[in-house]
């Protein structure tokens, strides 16, 4: 595997990992009671972006780093995920 698709896969598995940690445990300003004028009752009283943005690297390095293991040991190939080199269409009539 090339360094940029490791990279790629890294930034994929790294966002798909954010969008998941992002909604946890995030509190309001509706649940809370106090909304800011101008802003939804949806917004977030104290995301905590530092401390989700630690949490998603460490969580979506661990997850790379399988990844990469089952990839780089040959467990799973491309050809694999190759099946449409096998298909053939039926034949037109």
């Not at 890294?10 to 009671?33: E, N, S, Y």
């Not at 467990?75 to 009539?93: G, K, L, Q």
């Amino acid at each position: 595997m090339a360094i940029t698709s490791a990279l790629v896969l890294f930034a994929v598995v790294w966002f798909m990992t954010l969008f998941i940690v992002l909604p946890l445990r995030l509190k309001t300003q509706g649940d809370v009671g106090k909304v800011a004028r101008g802003t939804p009752a949806s917004a977030p009283v104290d995301p905590q972006l530092k401390k989700r943005a630690l949490i998603v690297t460490v969580v979506a390095l661990v997850i790379w780093s399988i990844l990469m293991a089952v990839v780089l040991s040959g467990v799973i190939t491309v050809e694999d995920f190759d099946w449409f080199d096998h298909f053939t269409p039926p034949s037109s009539r």
